[in-house]
């Protein structure tokens, strides 16, 4: 009942030594992983078995492992057995079965020849071991200073909002805070996943929008219909409009050594903080940010300088007249470029020579006119620059607008490793009037490239890959100190496990998006490939859920034991063997249906990951 985690792992292997310690390396992990996971099942059984010799029933086997026995020994009457797969266990009780004419209450010592208490004892200890070792790993865990994780897994910040949502239109935009998503507190990224896969109907979302000039913050509280998620729509995972959670962005190295990258004078450690006019908070912003056909226009205006963002449009969709026209090919002309007039880009507006805004220009198509509303110049202002460069002529300023650039700002103070509520804290805590002054000096002579820590770099130029543009810059998210108490943890697991069973017997979570014995494993193996603490969180989240599972009231688990027992308690009367089996087989037949069809499941989505990129 482990979510599957979507984890992308880019290899970049270029000798056979690398391929060789990757290989060692993800061998070692999957045997640490399998390890770990018959200790669970170990334990699970030792439990059985203590509970079982304390209540007086006679064990007649315990296997360490499964497959052919390499050593066996026998003490105080139990047949002890190491196997040649050493991941797991069981333990064998006497009068389990049926033994020759005698019933199962009949066989001396044996299983149900015990009280109903007894029994429920002995069936209870298993997963109640499983979910004390959880939460002593818990333990382990929070003492030894907790995990490393991204900022981005539990912030409430919201990185991106779809500009197409009724959330947007409501004022919800990236920076906002989340505190309620569904029916429930918000947590991190992962409500936005459980939240999509099990609640039917609307969603509330409560937070609060913060104005990131003021630092005032207004609560919101709505409800709205999910949709389809713009980019997960194949997985049937909806939204209502948060489309990423807010991160940190550290430059690293440019992945595709783009020239731009290099010449804009960013440095590794940077914090990308604003591009293009927006402040920035997640990748998947900055990506939109970055596809948008727009110019970053310095303007003066009754004296004063500002700046605005304007779409570029090609010539061929404005309604030009004649004379406009042949202002733009004396343009083209005197700038040197090559091919027909109307394949150029130019904002909507008819200029003078010298850049001045005479007129705005109407669409040729009406419904172009509804897409394009970033009508941001009035007549008599005189455009400065573009991108930051000085564009003092018409001709020059139609030369500039052929090239996609991107401006950032970026902090160049100091980090280092903090908790996620520092990390919270200090998201904001940088010079708001730094990044104001640089800001208002973009296109001017003479201002200043740097104010504190924050410094304005020289302009970027997207590159065109797959199919889409991209700026070329290796970013990644900050590391912060995840480390809630043990209680904290052990509240969060068992609210993902009553989600789960709720969902399911609901119906609204499909059992397609379970988790069974090889995705388990594969998370696992994933777990240990990040580090041991990691694999220690997932080995206790395993046992937590596999003793709540084994909990469940369905014979052949133990939970199934316990309801036997509480009925043959209260009818005061054993069952007989022709009835246990009547009860038990049945469910028997479903459990192996049911590990069938999540074993397939999880190899589909296995062979999906690795060939179907």
């Known amino acids: 009942m482990v979510w599957q985690e979507k984890l992308h792992v880019l290899f970049d292997i270029d000798t056979s030594f690398v391929v060789y310690m990757v290989s060692v390396e993800t061998l070692f992990a999957m045997f640490c992983a399998l390890l770990g996971l018959g200790l669970l099942v170990f334990l699970h059984e030792l439990g059985h078995y203590w509970v079982a010799r304390r209540e007086g029933m006679r064990v007649e086997a315990f296997s360490i492992g499964f497959g052919k026995p390499i050593y066996t020994w026998t003490r105080d009457g139990v047949k002890w057995m190491i196997c040649m797969l050493p991941f797991g266990g069981y333990v064998r009780i006497a009068g389990m079965q049926k033994e020759g004419e005698k019933e199962p209450h009949e066989i001396p010592d044996g299983f149900y020849a015990k009280k109903p208490m007894q029994r429920i004892r002995v069936a209870l200890a298993g997963p109640l071991v499983n979910i004390l070792f959880a939460l002593f790993l818990f333990c382990i865990l929070w003492g030894t200073g907790g995990r490393e994780k991204s900022f981005a897994e539990f912030t409430h910040r919201i990185g991106w909002v779809d500009p197409s949502s009724n959330l947007y239109q409501m004022g919800v935009r990236s920076g906002d805070l989340i505190e309620r998503y569904g029916d429930s507190s918000f947590h991190g990224a992962k409500d936005?996943?459980?939240?999509?896969?099990?609640?039917?109907?609307?969603?509330?979302?409560?937070?609060?929008?913060?104005?990131?000039?003021?630092?005032?913050?207004?609560?919101?509280?709505?409800?709205?219909?999910?949709?389809?998620?713009?980019?997960?729509?194949?997985?049937?995972?909806?939204?209502?409009?948060?489309?990423?959670?807010?991160?940190?962005?550290?430059?690293?190295?440019?992945?595709?050594?783009?020239?731009?990258?290099?010449?804009?004078?960013?440095?590794?450690?940077?914090?990308?903080?604003?591009?293009?006019?927006?402040?920035?908070?997640?990748?998947?912003?900055?990506?939109?940010?970055?596809?948008?056909?727009?110019?970053?226009?310095?303007?003066?205006?009754?004296?004063?300088?500002?700046?605005?963002?304007?779409?570029?449009?090609?010539?061929?969709?404005?309604?030009?007249?004649?004379?406009?026209?042949?202002?733009?090919?004396?343009?083209?002309?005197?700038?040197?470029?090559?091919?027909?007039?109307?394949?150029?880009?130019?904002?909507?507006?008819?200029?003078?020579?010298?850049?001045?805004?005479?007129?705005?220009?109407?669409?040729?198509?009406?419904?172009?006119?509804?897409?394009?509303?970033?009508?941001?110049?009035?007549?008599?202002?005189?455009?400065?620059?573009?991108?930051?460069?000085?564009?003092?002529?018409?001709?020059?300023?139609?030369?500039?607008?052929?090239?996609?650039?991107?401006?950032?700002?970026?902090?160049?103070?100091?980090?280092?490793?903090?908790?996620?509520?520092?990390?919270?804290?200090?998201?904001?805590?940088?010079?708001?009037?730094?990044?104001?002054?640089?800001?208002?000096?973009?296109?001017?002579?003479?201002?200043?490239?740097?104010?504190?820590?924050?410094?304005?770099?020289?302009?970027?130029?997207?590159?065109?890959?797959?199919?889409?543009?991209?700026?070329?810059?290796?970013?990644?998210?900050?590391?912060?100190?995840?480390?809630?108490?043990?209680?904290?943890?052990?509240?969060?697991?068992?609210?993902?496990?009553?989600?789960?069973?709720?969902?399911?017997?609901?119906?609204?979570?499909?059992?397609?998006y379970m988790t069974g014995p090889v995705g388990i494993v594969q998370v696992m193996q994933q777990s240990w490939m990040v580090g041991a603490k990691e694999a220690l969180f997932w080995l206790a989240l395993i046992s937590f859920n596999l003793g709540i599972v084994n909990l469940l009231p369905i014979p052949v688990l133990d939970g199934g034991h316990i309801l036997l027992s509480l009925l043959e308690a209260i009818r005061r009367k054993p069952f007989r063997a022709q009835t246990l089996e009547r009860l038990v087989m049945p469910f028997v037949g479903l459990l192996i249906l049911f590990f069938l069809y999540v074993t397939y499941q999880d190899i589909t989505r296995l062979f999906s990951a690795l060939f179907g990129r």
């Not at 004296?303 to 202002?327: C, H, M, N, P, W």
């Open 192 to 512: 936005l996943l459980i939240t999509s896969l099990l609640q039917k109907g609307d969603i509330r979302i409560e937070g609060e929008k913060i104005d990131p000039e003021t630092g005032k913050n207004t609560p919101f509280d709505y409800k709205l219909t999910p949709y389809p998620h713009p980019q997960l729509a194949q997985a049937k995972l909806r939204t209502v409009g948060v489309l990423a959670p807010a991160s940190y962005l550290y430059f690293t190295s440019s992945p595709d050594s783009f020239p731009t990258v290099a010449a804009s004078g960013i440095e590794p450690g940077d914090r990308l903080l604003w591009a293009d006019g927006e402040r920035i908070y997640s990748l998947q912003q900055l990506s939109s940010l970055v596809n948008r056909s727009t110019a970053l226009l310095t303007v003066e205006r009754d004296g004063a300088f500002i700046q605005t963002k304007v779409d570029r449009i090609r010539l061929e969709d404005l309604r030009l007249t004649s004379y406009e026209r042949a202002e733009v090919e004396d343009w083209q002309y005197e700038a040197g470029i090559k091919g027909r007039w109307q394949d150029l880009y130019f904002i909507p507006y008819s200029l003078s020579p010298t850049g001045v805004v005479e007129r705005r220009v109407d669409f040729l198509e009406p419904q172009s006119e509804k897409k394009k509303e970033n009508f941001a110049l009035q007549e008599g202002d005189r455009i400065v620059a573009i991108d930051g460069i000085a564009a003092p002529t018409a001709y020059q300023l139609l030369e500039m607008l052929q090239t996609r650039r991107v401006l950032t700002i970026v902090d160049r103070s100091p980090h280092k490793v903090l908790s996620l509520k520092e990390s919270e804290v200090q998201f904001d805590q940088f010079s708001h009037v730094a990044l104001q002054q640089l800001v208002a000096g973009i296109g001017r002579p003479g201002a200043p490239l740097a104010e504190g820590d924050l410094y304005r770099l020289r302009p970027i130029t997207p590159q065109w890959k797959g199919d889409r543009f991209v700026l070329g810059l290796g970013l990644q998210d900050r590391t912060v100190l995840y480390n809630p108490n043990p209680l904290e943890l052990f509240q969060g697991a068992a609210r993902e496990t009553w989600q789960t069973l709720s969902a399911l017997t609901a119906g609204t979570l499909h059992p397609k």
